[in-house]
């Protein structure tokens, strides 16, 4: 029993012992905190004394068990890992800014196929090594850095040939397309390699460079003018000649060709051409940018159109007529002709100036100056013709407003005599009904009275009679004349009299006259009882 209590006592203590121990060393040695912003990688270092060795394929992450590091991070917070079988290492999270984006590149897995050259997948979800196809934008991330490279890239610009072509983070403005170009082939999508029909609109797009170029280039229409030097004084104003026209420096510049009589001729050109969202991956494909599309092709074929119809004219033809019309409508539709064959989009082609020798200019100037004074002559003629007839047409509407005035005058004098007698007859007509009702009413109010009269007779008479009645009733009520005198005689009493009756018997009455003023009785009104009368005068 000693011994088993001893050894229990050991146990306690042990116990005792070891757990604080243990829990210290586990909150002081194995435990390790991460702050914000940073992530904890572990790399598995294998047993200390027992077990085998298991190390991690290599070029591959470790799996459970495995000696190497682990793919996982773990995130901000208190961990609890021993460093004896546990490598912990700290590294900071990658931060993408606005403007910049991360190319991701993965350093573990297989080697991609044969004629791939970007990694499909995201971080943390890859199975070859290489570039990934997608890129990070702007954000914060926890990326294992054994198992992925990150790149920080902002607008990348280079120059091939004479395209501009950006990367990274691409800002398309306002009034630009992006045309895209890819490096690869996109089964995901299944775009192929080369320029894209399909363009970028305005915006901001995160480019992978190693899978995408764009060209970021200026879309609607724009002008281009080919003009002449023209003579200038001091002030920069164009100077004229004894007709108004200027002249040109040096008889250079412009659009020079010889008309088809053989004079020197000079035309100023604008166009107003562009290209659209629809045009442009054809313009970067054949031409490489906008410029050398008005380099290599609107310029030169304005030259070369306007040479080509100008020299089927003569030099008048060119100054007016309807000459000059047609060469403007064709070089005009030729030049859109050519131009849609390029995918560029013509809007006007404008001859603006044409330039004739002074020798064939100044006689058809006179010629016409003179016959523009002849119009103008004849003109004159038939603006004072015209003005003639509008003062004659003054005068006939003077004369025909005064006639309207005088007939106006004659209908109102009419109209008001009209007026007149129709109130006269109106007024006596009037008095004539006024006398006629009043005659009547005299009539009525006469049988009224008429009337009236007898009903007051009628109405005495018959109350003499009801009265009359009334006494022969009552007299028959009352049985006899004398009975109705009486009770008219009663009637006739003052309501105050005092009447008292004496029982005498013969020779009694005058003895008994004594009692009169003591004994008496009062009048018995209804539902009374009779009491002796007080002793009072006798009235």
């Not at 894209?196 to 797009?205: F, R």
């Not at 009589?261 to 313009?283: E, L, R």
Request: hydrophobic share 35%.
């Amino acid at each position: 029993m000693n011994r088993k209590k001893l050894i229990t006592a050991l146990a306690v203590v042990t116990v005792c012992l070891v757990l604080p121990l243990l829990f210290i060393l586990h909150f002081t040695i194995n435990r390790i905190y991460v702050p914000e912003g940073q992530s904890l990688q572990l790399r598995y270092k294998g047993p200390l004394v027992f077990g085998a060795k298991n190390y991690a394929k290599k070029g591959y992450w470790a799996e459970e068990g495995e000696i190497g590091i682990r793919k996982e991070l773990r995130g901000p917070g208190r961990h609890f890992y021993c460093p004896i079988w546990w490598e912990r290492t700290l590294v900071d999270d990658y931060i993408i800014k606005p403007g910049e984006v991360g190319v991701v590149r993965c350093n573990l897995g297989d080697a991609l196929p044969e004629g791939e050259f970007l990694v499909e997948g995201d971080v943390g979800n890859s199975s070859f090594k290489g570039i990934l196809r997608k890129v990070l934008h702007p954000g914060r991330y926890r990326i294992n850095p054994y198992g992925y490279h990150v790149e920080v890239v902002q607008t990348h610009k280079f120059t091939s040939g004479n395209q501009e072509k950006q990367s990274g983070w691409v800002e398309i403005p306002t009034g630009y397309v992006g045309v895209v170009t890819n490096l690869s082939e996109n089964k995901a999508t299944g775009e192929l390699g080369g320029i894209q029909e399909k363009v970028l609109p305005a915006g901001i797009y995160p480019i992978n460079g190693s899978e995408q170029q764009i060209d970021v280039i200026d879309v609607g229409y724009r002008h281009t003018t080919i003009q002449a030097e023209v003579a200038r004084d001091a002030q920069m104003n164009i100077l004229l000649d004894e007709k108004g026209e200027p002249t040109i420096v040096d008889d250079s510049g412009g659009i020079q060709f010889p008309s088809a009589d053989g004079f020197s001729i000079h035309i100023d050109f604008t166009a107003i051409w562009g290209v659209m969202p629809d045009q442009a991956p054809h313009a970067i494909n054949t031409f490489g940018n906008i410029q050398a599309v008005e380099n290599t092709i609107v310029i030169p074929q304005i030259e070369s159109i306007c040479r080509n119809e100008g020299s089927r004219y003569q030099a008048v033809d060119l100054l007016t007529g309807d000459d000059r019309e047609r060469f403007q409508q064709q070089t005009t539709e030729e030049f859109n002709k050519i131009l849609l064959d390029k995918k560029i989009r013509l809007l006007y082609g404008l001859v603006r100036h044409v330039y004739i020798p002074k020798e064939v200019r100044e006689p058809i100037q006179t010629a016409f100056i003179a016959d523009e004074l002849t119009l103008t002559r004849i003109q004159e003629q038939e603006t004072a013709k015209e003005e003639a007839n509008l003062r004659e047409a003054e005068q006939q509407v003077d004369l025909a407003s005064e006639t309207v005035k005088v007939e106006t005058q004659k209908k109102v004098a009419e109209v008001a005599a009209q007026g007149d007698r129709e109130a006269r007859t109106i007024e006596a007509e009037t008095e004539r009904q006024v006398a006629a009702i009043a005659a009547e009413t005299a009539a009525h109010q006469a049988d009224a009275k008429t009337v009236l009269g007898e009903a007051e007779n009628k109405g005495k008479q018959m109350v003499e009679e009801a009265r009359s009645d009334r006494f022969r009733l009552a007299v028959e009520a009352f049985g006899s004349p004398e009975a109705y005198n009486n009770w008219i005689f009663a009637t006739g009493l003052p309501d105050d009299v005092d009447l008292q009756l004496l029982y005498a018997g013969e020779g009694t009455l005058w003895t008994d006259m004594k009692d009169i003023g003591i004994r008496g009785t009062f009048p018995i009104k209804q539902g009374e009882e009779q009491k002796p009368a007080e002793p009072k005068k006798n009235k």
